[in-house]
């Protein structure tokens, strides 16, 4: 940093601070840099998202258009395609370009292709995916990205926000981040999807799908960013620690998500896709529609095992 940033203050009574949020500098710094050969991008938050213009995702794309896309999916953390009218295939074929693809034990898909996952919302059925998370963190080798397509969406409202993961943990304070670098956390699916399975059925998915441990924080695979690996839908609780301080310890962590500053927002619109990189960003579906339909598909690549 070139100069010293203006220092954040603590308000009144309350435990929150205003100010510049000055460790984005350098990141944001470094995404304002680059250029693409095959694409051109619009940056949307400081450090996270940008509108890929120049790509049709319903053609075999050369493979250093899908490298080029790749390189900025990890730069920019989660990047987003208008107006691309996919059919189910191409959406698959899309993302098969970058991964095996999983079929998801629990929520419904569409009709004809297993590996996309329909996300059907109207009166009847809401949209319970309002709160910050990591697809599939419950699982052993849980995803390293999600391709979400949208084919009917609200007239207002239904936006999706996306967190920086890496910009969470370099604001953590050197204490915290000393205190968290060690530790594992369970993750599982039981609070969300267990939810409405009967007793015996959930008995029989947690044997297939028993709970996991995951590093608190994990380092990305691809970028060497240390991030924060854990949220409060599927992270269960702190390895070792008393159950009380475990909870208190996740819930701290992971309000750091709700940092506007470490956010981007993205309206869609029918034929919108985004792609997101679960190592490195959560995910939130604002769900402020209802009762409006708002119907999405998302095709989700493996992953590794975070470490
Ligand atoms: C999801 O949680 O993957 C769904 C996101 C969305 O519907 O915007």
Not at 145 to 174: K, N, Q, W
């Amino acid at each position: 940093m070139s100069e010293l940033a203006p220092p954040r203050i603590r308000i009144g009574r309350y435990n929150i601070k205003a100010g510049p949020v000055a460790h984005l500098q350098a990141e944001r710094q470094r995404l304002e840099g680059l250029s693409w050969e095959h694409f051109d991008a619009a940056p949307h938050g400081a450090t996270i998202g940008a509108t890929l213009t120049g790509v049709d995702l319903a053609q075999d794309l050369p493979a250093p258009v899908v490298a080029e896309v790749r390189q900025a999916l990890l730069d920019y953390k989660v990047v987003f395609f208008r107006d691309q009218h996919l059919t189910a295939e191409q959406h698959v074929a899309f993302a098969r370009r970058f991964g095996d693809l999983e079929v998801h034990p629990f929520l419904k898909s569409n009709s004809s292709l297993r590996e996309l996952v329909r996300f059907e919302k109207s009166p009847e059925v809401g949209g319970y995916e309002n709160g910050w998370h990591s697809d599939v963190s419950w699982r052993a080798e849980p995803s390293m990205g999600s391709i979400l397509r949208a084919i009917e969406v609200p007239p207002s409202g239904g936006d999706t926000l996306f967190a920086d993961m890496g910009a969470v943990y370099d604001g953590l304070d050197a204490d915290t981040r000393a205190l968290i670098d060690p530790l594992q956390a369970e993750h599982d699916f039981t609070q969300v999807f267990g939810r409405s399975l009967p007793p015996e059925k959930q008995a029989e998915m947690r044997q297939r799908y028993p709970p996991v441990e995951h590093p608190v924080v994990r380092t990305h695979p691809e970028t060497g960013r240390r991030l924060l690996y854990l949220n409060r839908f599927f992270g269960l609780r702190i390895i070792g620690l008393p159950d009380d301080e475990s909870q208190a310890l996740i819930d701290r962590l992971c309000r750091q998500a709700e940092v506007v500053e470490y956010q981007c927002r993205f309206q869609w619109s029918p034929g919108s896709v985004a792609f997101w990189d679960n190592r490195a960003v959560q995910h939130y579906a604002c769900s402020d529609y209802w009762p409006a339909r708002r119907v999405m598909e998302r095709a989700t690549v493996i992953g590794d095992r975070p470490a």
